[in-house]
């Protein structure tokens, strides 16, 4: 499959200019390298150090292996850990989920909202975003819970986003994290972890 998407993007005819030529050929190259990319998903840790909240080393180095191991304890414990969030965001990239994460997040930071105008738009965009049916970053909800954070949109509050987060927050508790803990990444972090110790 993936050869023929490559010959297809070499095949793109770009006219008989050479500077046209030239720039097809570099974005074809650049799609061919993105392609590449998706094709070979990995979740070892090298990847999850590329968006450490610190720099990777340093991050890596105030890490413990008692934090890490505790992230294991709970799916809650791992969320109140500012390297436990960037491990399990690392991991849901790598699986095309992370939008349940980040509609989590969001919802956290919509709660400390103090302002009512800014409570009002923030809601309306985490709504867009992430609950409206067809939205960029759609999260996976029941139709009744859709409807009922819908229908709070008329009056936004701090809680109206509750039903719906109580929900992700479930799915990737039963689904998502049990993999994390499962997975490349996350045991070679607590392996790195280790070996520092030593």
Same mark, same amino acid.
């Given at each position: ?20 030529? *030239? ?8 799609? *061919? ?21 610190? %720099?990777?080393?340093?991050? =890596?180095?105030? #890490? ?13 414990? =791992? ?28 919802c956290e930071e919509? @709660? @400390? ?5 800014? #409570?009002?738009? @923030?809601?309306? *965009? ?23 954070? *819908? @229908? ?18 479930? #799915?990737m508790e039963k689904?998502?994290y049990p993999r994390?803990?499962?997975? %490349? ?14």
């Amino acid at each position: 499959m993936w050869s023929a998407l490559n010959r297809s993007l070499s095949d793109h005819p770009v006219g008989k200019d050479p500077q046209a030529m *030239r720039t097809g050929q570099r974005q074809n190259k650049g799609m *061919r390298t993105r392609l590449g990319c998706l094709s070979h998903k990995s979740d070892s840790c090298s990847d999850f150090t590329a968006i450490l909240p610190d %720099k990777p080393n340093r991050a =890596l180095k105030r #890490l413990s292996t008692e934090e890490a191991t505790r992230w294991a304890d709970s799916f809650d414990v =791992l969320l109140s850990h500012k390297y436990g969030v960037a491990a399990f965001r690392a991991f849901l990239k790598t699986e095309f989920s992370e939008e349940n994460l980040e509609f989590w997040l969001a919802c956290e930071e919509f @709660k @400390k909202t103090r302002s009512t105008a800014k #409570l009002v738009s @923030k809601a309306h *965009r985490i709504f867009e975003e992430f609950v409206d049916v067809q939205a960029p970053r759609e999260v996976n909800i029941d139709f009744q819970t859709r409807e009922a954070t *819908r @229908k709070n949109m008329q009056e936004p509050s701090l809680t109206c986003f509750d039903q719906a987060q109580g929900k992700v927050h479930s #799915l990737m508790e039963k689904d998502s994290y049990p993999r994390f803990l499962r997975s %490349k990444m996350y045991l070679d972090l607590l392996s790195q972890s280790q070996r520092r110790l030593s």
